[in-house]
C-alpha cells in the first residue's frame, strides 16, 4: 500500500458523528479562528498567497490573490459567497466534505469573511442534496450557539451571520456570475463580465466566491503555517487536494493526496481496476475536461502537467472506464447532460449542444456516416471560445478528445451497425450479470 495520502480534510471521517462541533473541536476545531481573530487582516489574505492556495473549484485562480482584488473598504457591505454547487459530472467532493466535516467549511467562512471584511456570508448548495442541506443547517446553528458566528464572535467585536441557500438544481449555477443571479433570486444565468464580481458582485457589492475545499483548506493552512501546506504538492500546484474515484475501480472514493500524485499511484491504493479489466480511458477533472487514456496514467495531477498532457485538473473528478465501455455511448450520454444544462443564454451553445446530442445519438445507433465525425468537430469549433460561458467550451471536450483518441471506435459503429458493445458488461457488477 502506498503511503502517499494526505488525510487532512478527511481525516475523522471514519469518527463517530464526524459531523458535529464536538468532533471538529477534539480535532483543533476552531483554534484556528482564535488565531485569526488576534491577527491583522491583511496578514490573512498574506499567509494565503504565500501557501499558493489555488481554487479548488475547477479553474485553479490563486485564492489569496482572489481576496485581495477586492478594492478598498467603503463602508458598505461586502460579500463572501461559497460555491457548493457541485454538479460537475464525476465531481464528489464537495459533497461527501459537507456531509462528514461540515465545520472545516464553517470555520473558514468565519476566517475568510474576518479577512475580506465582511459580516454576511452565503453558502449557495446544490437544490437536490437535502441531505446536505439539513446538515449544514445543522452545522451553522451548532457554531452560532458556541459563539463562532453571530455578534461579537469571541469576545472580539467581529460578528458574522451566515446563510444556507439550496437552489433548485441546475448545473449553470455553480458558474459564479449565474449563481449570483440565482442567489438574488433571478433565474440563474451567466453575467457579461466584467464587472468582476470583486468589483460588483452579489447586490452589486465586492464580492468574494470561492468553491468549498477552497475554503475549508483555510484553517489548516492558518493552523500549520503557508510554508507547510506550499511543500506539499508541486511547485505552482501547492497542496493537497480531495481527488475523486469512480467508475470502473475496485474502492471508488475520495483520495485526499498531494497535487502532482498520478492516476497510477491513485489506482493502486483503490484496488485496481474493477474485476483486473484494464484501463481504457479517464476524465481527469470531470466531463469538461478532455479525456485521457492510459497514456496517461503516469501524468501528474497537478494544474501544469495536466494542462500540458493537453486536459484540465479541473475538480479532480476522476471518472474511471474500462475495456468494456463503449467511448461513444459515454460521450452520448455526457453530451445529453450538457444540452439538458445549457442555460440557453447564447446561441452556440444553446443551438450547438442539440446538434451535437442528435450527431452522438445516430452514430451510436449506427445510423450516421463518417462525415458525421467532422460535422462534430466543426459544430465544437464554433462552440469553443465562441460561447458566452464555460458550459459551452466544457460540452466540447468528452467529444473533441474521444474523437482523437478513439476515431475507429465511432467508424466501427457505423460498420457494425450498431454499437459493438454489450452495455451490461460496462454497466453491472459480476454478481448482478450472473443474475441477470
Ligand atoms: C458551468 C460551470 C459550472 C461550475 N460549477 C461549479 C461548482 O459546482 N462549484 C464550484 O466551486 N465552481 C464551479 N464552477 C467554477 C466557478 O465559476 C468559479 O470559478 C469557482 O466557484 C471559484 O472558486 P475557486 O476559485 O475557489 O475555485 C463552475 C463553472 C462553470 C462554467
Ligand atoms: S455557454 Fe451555454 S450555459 Fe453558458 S451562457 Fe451560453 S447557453 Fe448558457
Wanted: hydrophobic share 35%.
Amino acid at each position: 500500500m502506498s503511503t502517499q495520502l494526505t488525510p487532512i480534510l478527511t481525516k475523522f471521517w471514519d469518527d463517530p458523528q464526524s459531523w458535529t462541533l464536538e468532533t471538529y473541536e477534539k480535532h483543533d476545531g476552531y483554534k484556528a479562528l482564535k488565531k485569526a481573530l488576534g491577527m491583522p487582516q491583511a496578514d490573512l489574505v498574506q499567509m494565503t498567497k504565500d501557501s499558493g492556495l489555488r481554487g479548488r473549484g475547477g479553474a485553479g485562480f490563486p485564492t489569496g490573490m482572489k481576496w485581495g482584488f477586492l478594492p478598498a473598504p467603503d463602508g458598505g457591505p461586502r460579500y463572501l459567497v461559497v460555491n457548493a454547487d457541485e454538479s460537475e459530472p464525476g465531481t464528489c467532493k464537495d459533497i461527501p466534505l459537507m456531509m462528514a466535516a461540515p465545520q472545516f467549511l464553517i470555520e473558514g467562512v468565519a476566517i475568510t469573511s474576518y479577512a475580506i471584511g465582511c459580516n454576511h456570508a452565503f453558502i449557495y448548495l446544490r437544490g437536490e442534496v437535502v441531505h446536505v442541506y439539513r446538515r449544514l443547517l445543522r452545522a451553522v446553528e451548532e457554531a452560532y450557539a458556541k459563539g463562532y458566528l453571530g455578534k461579537n464572535i469571541m469576545g472580539t467585536g467581529f460578528d458574522l451571520d451566515v446563510t444556507v441557500h439550496a437552489g433548485a438544481g441546475a448545473y449553470i449555477c455553480g458558474e459564479e456570475t449565474a449563481l449570483l443571479d440565482s442567489l438574488e433570486g433571478r433565474r440563474g444565468q451567466p453575467r457579461l463580465k466584467p464587472p468582476f464580481p470583486a468589483v460588483a458582485g452579489l447586490y452589486a457589492r465586492p464580492t468574494v466566491v470561492n468553491n468549498v475545499e477552497s475554503i475549508a483548506s483555510v484553517p489548516p493552512i492558518l493552523l500549520h503555517g503557508a510554508e507547510w501546506f506550499s511543500d506539499m504538492g508541486t511547485e505552482k500546484s501547492t497542496g493537497f487536494g480531495i481527488f475523486s474515484l469512480s467508475g470502473h475501480v475496485t474502492r471508488p472514493g475520495q483520495y485526499e493526496a498531494p497535487l502532482g500524485i498520478t492516476l497510477r499511484e491513485l489506482l493502486d491504493m483503490a484496488g485496481g481496476m474493477r474485476g483486473g479489466k484494464k484501463l481504457k480511458f479517464w476524465t481527469p477533472g470531470g466531463s469538461s475536461t478532455p479525456l485521457f487514456t492510459d497514456e496517461h496514467l503516469d501524468t501528474p495531477l497537478d494544474f501544469e502537467s495536466v494542462a500540458a498532457a493537453g486536459s484540465m485538473l479541473g475538480t479532480r473528478a476522476l471518472q474511471i472506464f474500462d475495456e468494456t465501455t463503449c467511448v461513444v455511448r459515454a460521450v452520448e450520454r455526457w453530451t445529453d447532460f450538457y444540452a439538458h444544462e445549457s442555460c440557453g443564454k447564447c446561441t452556440p451553445c444553446r443551438e450547438g449542444t442539440w446538434w451535437l446530442k442528435q450527431i452522438l445519438g445516430r452514430l451510436e445507433h449506427g445510423e450516421g456516416s463518417e462525415e458525421d465525425l467532422d460535422k462534430l468537430l466543426d459544430i465544437c469549433d464554433n462552440i469553443l471560445g465562441r460561447s458566452f460561458c464555460a458550459l459551452g467550451d466544457g460540452a466540447t471536450s468528452p467529444i473533441t478528445s474521444s474523437i482523437q483518441y478513439f476515431r475507429e471506435e465511432y467508424l466501427a459503429h457505423l460498420t457494425n451497425g450498431g454499437c459493438p458493445f454489450d452495455p451490461r458488461e460496462s454497466s453491472l457488477f459480476a454478481k448482478e450479470k450472473a443474475t441477470a
